[in-house]
């Protein structure tokens, strides 16, 4: 049976600064290792057949790992929170030229 998100649960993960990363499933049966370690554990915990992980070059992270350490979110909005590329022009400034 599929699994349900508790009510006003967000599901869907986004990837706020995406260039260089991919999303991949792990398809073998293959020892692969997350690239960092859980808190309070001294050893790397493996990637399993099936599951979903981010890489960027050759660091390979579970998705928990990579939502701990800020590289994925739940926010859906990430990008409201971003400094504007946009000018705002002052009216006590002269216009740009």
């Known amino acids: 049976m599929p699994e349900t998100l508790d009510e006003g649960g967000e599901g869907r993960l986004y990837v706020?600064?995406?260039?260089?990363?991919k999303a991949a499933?792990?398809?073998?049966?293959?020892?692969?290792?997350?690239?960092?370690?859980?808190?309070?554990?001294?050893?790397?915990?493996l990637l399993v057949t099936g599951e979903i992980f981010?890489?960027?070059?050759?660091?390979?992270?579970?998705?928990?790992c990579?939502?701990?350490?800020?590289?994925?979110?739940?926010d859906r909005a990430f990008w409201l929170r971003r400094p504007s590329s946009i000018v705002e022009y002052r009216p006590s400034e002269p216009p740009p030229e």
Request: glycine share 8%; hydrophobic share 30%.
């Open 66 to 74: 990579a939502l701990r350490h800020g590289y994925v979110t739940h």
């Open 25 to 45: 499933i792990k398809h073998d049966w293959n020892k692969e290792y997350c690239f960092v370690q859980r808190p309070g554990e001294e050893f790397y915990h």
């Open 54 to 64: 981010l890489q960027r070059g050759t660091e390979k992270y579970c998705l928990s």
């Open 16 to 21: 706020p600064d995406f260039a260089g990363w």
